[in-house]
């Protein structure tokens, strides 16, 4: 079984920046997709951001595509989601999670127990 450890929320203003990690054991970082979701309270978890398997290929919410960035180090088994200009409604535990094959259309298998973003406005 993977494990996931996600790091690095906290509080920021509105307009600040944030870098969240999440660090895998094992070795399927480097073949295996990557996905980072959100769940606000009250609100469905959501898709925020993906990064492909193979080529790095990467995907983005349409409420994040330009603020967010996913990149990942494979040598370090990690995957990070820089966030910049945040917005309140940003908000959210985040939580990364190991998709089943290296695209982003696979399914999540195993996920990390989160990590809570708090934009204050």
């Known amino acids: 079984q993977v494990q996931l450890v996600e790091s690095g929320g906290g509080l920021v203003q509105a307009g600040g920046s944030l870098r969240v990690s999440c660090a895998a054991s094992?070795?399927?970082?480097?073949?295996?997709?990557m996905g980072w979701y959100r769940q606000a309270p009250g609100k469905a978890r959501e898709g925020v951001s993906c990064i492909s398997g193979r080529n790095g290929g990467t995907e983005y919410a349409d409420s994040v595509r330009g603020r967010f960035t996913v990149s990942r180090d494979n040598a370090k088994n990690t995957v990070y989601l820089q966030m910049n200009a945040l917005k309140p409604e940003d908000t959210a535990v985040y939580y990364c999670?190991?998709?089943?094959?290296?695209?982003?259309?696979?399914?999540?298998?195993?996920w990390g127990q989160g990590t809570q973003v708090t934009v204050s406005s």
């Open positions: 999670a190991v998709l089943l094959g290296h695209r982003c259309v696979d399914e999540a298998d195993s």
């Open positions: 094992g070795s399927i970082l480097s073949i295996n997709a």
